[in-house]
């Protein structure tokens, strides 16, 4: 079974940084599509980026275009969200998925973690 377990959402101000982790058992992250959504009070969760690792594509919502980087580190088998020049509205609870494709309905993954939260002051 497979099993997503997130860390290193915080409270932050605007402007500051944090990196988000995804740890990944009974999965394999470098054969796979992993992607970070969010989730805002009485917002629908969003997709904020993936990566197809088999075609090393990568994929950005335009609000996070520039500030915020999808990796990761095969042999820890995890992958990372890097997100800088933090603002108000990325506050959400962040999500780790696991898929075949890069879509970006969060019904179509396979596999979710717990989400961890972020919380952007200013």
């Known amino acids: 079974q497979a099993q997503l377990v997130e860390s290193g959402g915080d409270s932050v101000q605007a402007g500051g940084s944090l990196r988000l982790s995804c740890a990944a058992s009974g999965y394999t992250v470098s054969s796979n599509v992993m992607g970070w959504f969010r989730q805002a009070p009485g917002k629908e969760r969003e997709r904020v980026t993936c990566?197809?690792?088999?075609?090393?594509?990568?994929y950005y919502t335009d609000s996070v275009k520039g500030r915020f980087t999808i990796s990761q580190d095969n042999a820890k088998n995890t992958v990372y969200l890097q997100m800088n020049t933090l603002k108000l509205e990325d506050t959400a609870m962040y999500y780790c998925a696991a898929g075949r494709l890069c879509f970006s309905n969060p019904g179509q993954y396979d596999y979710w973690g717990q989400g961890t939260q972020v919380t952007v002051s200013s």
């Open positions: 990566m197809d690792t088999g075609s090393g594509n990568t």
